[in-house]
Structures are given as structure tokens and as C-alpha cells.
């Protein structure tokens, strides 16, 4: 199965770019200044609303594109594409919605599954700050500084040892289905 997945998403990787993105409008989202990401200024949490029907929501990440960089919508859609492929578990890869543009700041955005850690439990009514600091991801650079509390317990050798195999086996799976080295984005480490 794993092979299947990663023959099919080489090819889109490779070649297979036909599709349209789906792409949302800011006024799909709820934003907080609390689901910011701190490790990061390109990163955020946000709720998208009546997604994947009516009256349901979901924990998304978001990660931000300056609309100055050259070529940013076409590089945008295209990981936007990419990323919704099904793809081997192994490259640590996050799924993607689609993308957001906005007009306002000048960029565009990756719309993107957050860890199963941070998406499930939510509760059934969503207050203001329904994404609580305990769901906000962590980068592995705060978690191998030791920057970060709630992971001071991951710390430990043998920790570091499966991150690592981790990382070796993504990169690994990357060099096999030919991903571009500018796109790399570890997830769900």
C-alpha cells in the first residue's frame, strides 16, 4: 500500500498538476491573535468555518506565503496540490484543504490538517480561544532546545533517537518520490 501511495504521489509530484486548487476566502476562517504560532511569524492557527458541509468546523494550520516572492500563487496551488495527494505516512507530510489568499496583507496560504493531537477532542460548541495553548503545535526546534514545558519529559535520549529515525526515514521517502529540497515541510513529528 505504501508503495502504491508513494508511485502515485511522485507522479504528482512529477508531472500531474491538472486540477484546480480549492481555494477559500478570508471570511472562511476565524483568526485569533492567541493561535499566532510564536516559533514562527508564518504559521497560524485558525477555525474553518461549514468545512467539509454546513455547520461543522475545523483546527486548521495555516502557513503563509509572501505575496511578493516571485511566482507565489502558482508555488502556492501547486503545494496546495501536492499536499492533498494521498501520500506514505513515512514523509511526514501534512494533508492540505487548499489555499487562502489574502488581499489585505498581501499573501497566501497553505490550508493545512493540524496533528491528530490538536484536531480531536474539540468541543461540540467552540468559544472564543477554542484552540487552547495545550493544541498549539511546537516546533522541533523549541522541542530540542527544551524551550517549549509541556515537553520537557520528550526530552530524553531514546526521544531524540526516534526523532532522528524519523527525519532519516522522511527525507529518505522524499529522495524516492523526487520532492523538490524548497518544499521539504516535516510534520507530525
Not at 486548487?21 to 468555518?49: C, I
Amino acid at each position: 500500500h505504501n508503495i502504491s501511495l508513494a508511485a502515485k504521489f511522485s507522479s504528482v509530484v512529477r508531472y500531474d498538476r491538472q486540477r484546480a486548487a480549492p481555494k477559500f476566502a478570508m471570511r472562511d476562517f476565524r483568526f485569533d491573535p492567541a493561535y499566532v504560532l510564536p516559533s514562527t511569524e508564518s504559521s497560524t492557527m485558525a477555525l474553518l468555518f461549514d468545512y467539509p458541509a454546513k455547520k461543522e468546523n475545523r483546527v486548521v494550520l495555516i502557513e503563509w506565503v509572501d505575496e511578493s516572492e516571485r511566482y507565489a500563487e502558482r508555488d502556492t496551488r501547486d503545494k496546495t496540490l501536492i499536499l492533498s495527494t494521498p501520500k506514505p505516512g513515512q514523509l511526514l507530510l501534512p494533508t492540505c484543504y487548499g489555499m487562502v489568499e489574502d488581499t489585505l496583507n498581501r499573501r497566501f496560504g497553505l490550508v493545512l490538517v493540524p496533528p491528530a493531537h490538536i484536531r480531536a477532542n474539540l468541543p461540540s460548541i467552540l468559544p472564543t480561544g477554542a484552540i487552547s495553548q495545550k493544541r498549539m503545535p511546537v516546533s522541533l526546534k523549541e522541542l530540542l532546545d527544551g524551550r517549549h514545558p509541556a515537553c520537557l519529559q520528550m526530552l530524553d535520549l531514546g526521544a531524540r533517537f526516534r526523532l532522528a529515525k524519523k527525519l532519516v526515514d522522511a527525507v529518505h521517502m522524499m529522495h524516492c518520490v523526487g520532492w523538490i529540497h524548497k518544499y521539504n515541510l516535516f510534520y507530525n513529528l
